[in-house]
Nanobody, 121 residues
Framework: QVQLVESGGGLVQPGGSLSLSCKAS????????MGWYRQAPGQQRELVAV???????NYADSVKGRFTISRDNAKNTVFLQMSSLKPEDTAVYYC???????????????WGQGTQVTVSS
């Protein structure tokens, strides 16, 4: 069974910075794309950033120039560096990864449990 565990959320003042990380563990054979989504109260979950195993990184327009996604393939970990944070960035942030388990012939999408990010003075 594959698990994604996020860490790094918290409370930060507007204009501040925060880093999130998400580590995948389990019987992992291969990892395709990894990414971050967020969901604010009363709103749908939305894409923040996604980083494929190869190819271009994709950011939501609302975070371009402020957030940076990266990954460590050897550790099956994805990171999200957030800067110039705004109150509208407040949400629960979820990690997502497309993973192929050992002895499983297809990729499946997995989600982390979510970590709260609150931007407030």
């Amino acid at each position: 069974q594959v698990q994604l565990v996020e860490s790094g959320g918290g409370l930060v003042q507007p204009g501040g910075s925060l880093s999130l990380s998400c580590k995948a563990s389990g019987r992992i054979y291969s990892t395709n794309s990894m990414g971050w989504y967020r969901q604010a109260p009363g709103q749908q979950r939305e894409l923040v950033a996604v980083i494929p195993s190869g190819g271009s990184i994709n950011y939501a327009d609302s975070v371009k120039g402020r957030f940076t996604i990266s990954r460590d393939n050897a550790k099956n970990t994805v990171f999200l560096q957030m800067s110039s944070l705004k109150p509208e960035d407040t949400a629960v942030y979820y990690c997502n990864a497309e993973i192929r388990e050992v002895r499983i012939g297809i990729f499946r999408k997995y989600w982390g449990q979510g970590t709260q990010v609150t931007v407030s003075s």
